[in-house]
């Protein structure tokens, strides 16, 4: 069974400051990863994906993500936080000959001026 | 259209009555996913279409729930007598991929805004 395991609720961080969001995932296959922005009352926006390649993946508003396949895990990064990236990042995975995706429970990421 | 769409956007019904959600996906993608977001928490997958394929139906909590989607077109996720625990978010994504040479897609999904049902 594939899954997706996103250990925290919420992180804080200073605008201005790297932000980090944390996904590890468990698959039998090959795994295809994906990121997905939720702002208040509207539905989610993709932000990246990895289906194969470079571990590096650059998405919309500067996110990038990293594949680690030794760790199972593909978090979201960027370099400096804005305020407007204040929202709800949910990662989502996808196994092998399967074509729903199994979602994360969501972080919740709150940037401070 | 433009992108995904889903009517209506809020949803108040009686618990025991049946509701009707309907989604219209991006225009030329064959796939439509239904999920259902409770408050605080992931998505859950319901069902999923393919083209003229048989739909997954395998997310489906009970057999209260059915879905129907008109060809490649419009889709109604259907509740019938509705609980309380059915209150939530009821999401519909569209996706441009599909069964190709024996692949699986890797398009990503386009997301409507959600439907919010509250069940009283």
């Known amino acids: 069974a594939q899954s997706v395991a996103q250990p925290e609720d919420q992180v804080n961080v200073a605008e201005g400051n790297p932000l980090t969001v944390k996904c590890t995932y468990s698959?039998?296959?090959?795994?295809?990863l994906f990121w997905y922005v939720q702002y208040p009352n509207r539905g989610l926006q993709f932000l990246l994906k990895?289906?194969?390649?470079?571990?590096l993946v650059k998405g919309s508003y500067g996110f990038e993500a990293e594949f680690n396949k030794s760790q199972t895990s593909f978090h979201l990064k960027k370099p400096s936080a804005l305020v407007s990236d204040s929202a709800l990042y949910f990662c989502?995975?996808?196994?092998?000959?399967?074509?729903?995706?199994?979602f994360g429970t969501g972080t919740r990421l709150l940037v401070s001026p | 259209g433009a992108g995904v769409s889903q009517s209506p956007s809020n949803k108040v019904t009686e618990k025991g009555k049946d509701v009707e959600l309907r989604c219209d996906p991006i225009?030329?993608?064959?796939?439509l996913y239904w999920y259902r977001q409770r408050l605080g928490q992931g998505l859950e997958f319901l069902i999923y279409?393919?083209?003229?394929?048989?739909?997954?139906k395998s997310g489906l909590p009970s057999d209260r729930f059915s879905a129907e989607r008109t060809g490649e077109s419009v889709s109604t996720l259907t509740i019938q007598r509705t609980q309380q625990e059915d209150s939530a978010v009821y999401l519909c994504?569209?996706?441009?991929?599909?069964?190709?040479?024996?692949?699986?897609?890797?398009?990503?999904?386009?997301f409507g805004p959600g439907t919010r049902l509250t069940v009283l």
């Open positions: 989502a995975v996808r196994d092998t000959g399967f074509q729903k995706l199994v």
């Open positions: 279409f393919q083209g003229n394929s048989a739909p997954d």
């Open positions: 225009s030329g993608h064959t796939a």
């Open positions: 994504a569209s996706s441009g991929g599909g069964l190709a040479g024996g692949l699986y897609s890797y398009n990503e999904q386009f």
């Open positions: 698959v039998s296959g090959n795994p295809y």
């Open positions: 990895y289906i194969t390649g470079d571990n």
